[in-house]
């Protein structure tokens, strides 16, 4: 399947070489292919990135979580050990905007493709690395991964239940932030090369990501010297943040300041909380906080899930049910911001897709493809970078490129 690179999107023009795998790496690059730039995807010969084989099988070629994090990308399956096959990728790289990858810090330098390479053909490339711990440090060559860096961040110290054992955020979260991140290191230096004509390298890491997401965390510790624990869904800080019972499940409760306190008081008829004493200001919801969710409980527990939204939703209380994911792709709002994306494909039929996250009004990030086949686009990449049919064929015999 020839795929369309020329997208309308904010990237477009922008031409990304794409050297990542899993998860952390292959994020950045998705939301760079989403907003319009041109991904192609270098992956090894034989086979690929690990996450084609990884989850449910969609067919012999891919994968679900392949094709969710590779969307609107091609790939060229290219052996870099091999001297034709380095020789091939600085080629590319004399005309790339930016290059991305995940492998070990140093790896890149050893094939003779780190960024001081090809920064001397091609000046102005933004070249991005992501690994567990960052380029430099003394964790730089440890392996990382997205559990152990939720560790090390402090992420886990604070997620779960009090007393109970080690839990991890549920989904990949320092993967998805160091992805995330990174890309929004390319895109400033993208903007630097563009002004002054010098690229730079960006570093990210997963460890440094987690770490950023701990906001309230951090800041209590910094200012009281206090570490802080697990508290369930409740909040750091504010009360009642949190899940709460009813009588068909849970309801997600945000009535942390005080005018949406008195509101939600209002909502569930006990107007008489908010002159109580143990609860008047928001410190005085927070010390009793465990006090106060058994109390709200015993009332809320008394009618159904539905039934206090609707209660809430009429005084203006922030809340919300807890979905599970067929729920969250029948919600009315998430299908009207279009963040479940339904593509054609000849060999794979339907194939949903999670939207993309933020809009853009003048040139909206667009899914228009699922993601490739390996090497489904090595020659196609190849003939735009001027080799001929020839060298192309020469390639293939030799292993260096495989179709």
């Known amino acids: 399947m020839t795929q369309d690179k020329h997208s309308n999107g904010a990237l477009a023009g922008v031409k990304v070489l794409d050297l990542t795998q899993i998860m952390a790496g292959p994020m950045c690059t998705m939301l760079l292919a989403d907003m319009g730039a041109d991904v192609i995807k270098i992956e090894r010969p034989g086979g690929g990135d690990d996450t084609r084989r990884m989850g449910s099988r969609l067919s012999e070629r891919f994968a679900a979580g392949f094709l969710a994090l590779n969307r609107n990308k091609r790939s060229i399956a290219l052996d870099l050990r091999a001297d034709a096959g380095k020789a091939v990728f600085k080629r590319m790289a004399e005309t790339a905007d930016i290059v ?50 939720q560790g090390m961040s402090g992420l886990m110290s604070v997620t779960g239940f009090p007393g109970g054992p080690p839990a991890k955020v549920g989904v990949p979260i320092t993967d998805i932030g160091a992805g995330s991140f990174t890309a929004v290191g390319i895109l400033a230096a993208y903007i630097h090369a563009l002004r002054t004509g010098q690229g730079q390298q960006v570093d990210g890491s997963l460890m440094e990501a987690g770490i950023a997401y701990t906001i309230w965390e951090s800041s209590e510790y910094f200012a009281t010297g206090e570490i802080p624990g697990p508290l369930g869904s409740a909040h750091r800080v504010n009360a009642p943040y949190q899940a709460l019972r009813t009588s068909d499940g849970y309801i997600n409760i945000g009535a942390a300041s005080q005018p949406t306190w008195e509101q939600f008081c209002r909502a569930i008829g006990q107007e008489a909380l908010i002159e109580d004493p143990r609860y008047k200001e928001p410190n005085d919801r927070k010390a009793r906080e465990e006090e106060l969710a058994e109390l709200l409980e015993g ?59 933020v809009k853009l009004s003048a040139t909206p990030g667009q899914i ?10 090595s020659r196609e990449v190849l003939l735009e970078h001027g080799f001929t049919e020839m060298e192309v064929e020469e390639l293939v015999a030799a292993g260096v490129v495989v179709e």
């Open 368 to 377: 228009r493809h699922r993601g490739p086949a390996l090497g489904e686009h």
């Open 100 to 149: 991305v990858e995940n492998f070990r810090p140093g790896v890149m330098d050893r094939l003779g493709l780190g960024y001081e390479s090809l920064a001397e053909i091609n000046p102005r490339l933004v070249y991005a690395s992501i690994s567990g711990f960052g380029g430099t440090g003394p964790y730089r060559n440890r392996g990382g991964f997205d559990l152990v860096a």
């Open 299 to 357: 009332i809320l527990v008394e009618h159904t899930t539905a039934h206090w939204m609707e209660q809430l939703g009429a005084a203006g209380v922030v809340a919300g049910p807890i979905y599970d994911m067929e729920q969250v792709y029948s919600d009315e709002q998430v299908l009207a911001r279009e963040m479940l994306v339904e593509l054609e494909d000849e060999e794979l039929g339907r194939v949903k897709n999670i939207g993309v996250p």
